[in-house]
């Protein structure tokens, strides 16, 4: 599904993203951290508390914090209302990713 959306998107490895990392990679899925947790070994990153993970869902938050990441960020242009992704706790809710800019860039 994801080389699907990529696909559609026009989106190329190395050029509008660095690496392609689903749940077909690791043995266990979200909330589990193994995604996050292999991502950050390609990329030779040591402290996961200078990752943020961003998500549209709940579970994406639970996988950000299980993973130990820095900052949480969900967003709102995904099924889940802002009350619902409120119980994760997320350190940040944006209605946009692209809003995160402003607040880490």
């Known amino acids: 599904i994801a080389l699907q959306l990529l696909e559609k998107l026009g989106w190329k490895e190395n050029t509008h993203f660095d690496a392609l990392i689903t749940a077909d990679d690791v043995s266990e899925s979200r909330p589990s951290p193994e995604?996050?947790?292999?991502?950050?070994?390609?990329?030779?990153?040591?402290?996961?508390?200078?990752?943020?993970?961003?998500?549209?869902?709940?579970?994406?938050?639970?996988?950000?914090?299980?993973?130990?990441?820095?900052?949480t960020v969900a967003v709102l242009s995904g099924a889940q209302s802002k009350a619902e992704l409120e119980k994760s706790n997320p350190d940040y809710i944006f209605n946009t990713i692209s809003e995160a800019e402003r607040f880490f860039y």
Not at 40 to 69: W, Y
């Open 35 to 71: 995604m996050i947790l292999l991502a950050m070994k390609k990329f030779n990153i040591h402290e996961p508390e200078k990752v943020l993970k961003a998500g549209d869902s709940v579970i994406d938050i639970e996988e950000g914090k299980n993973a130990g990441c820095g900052v």
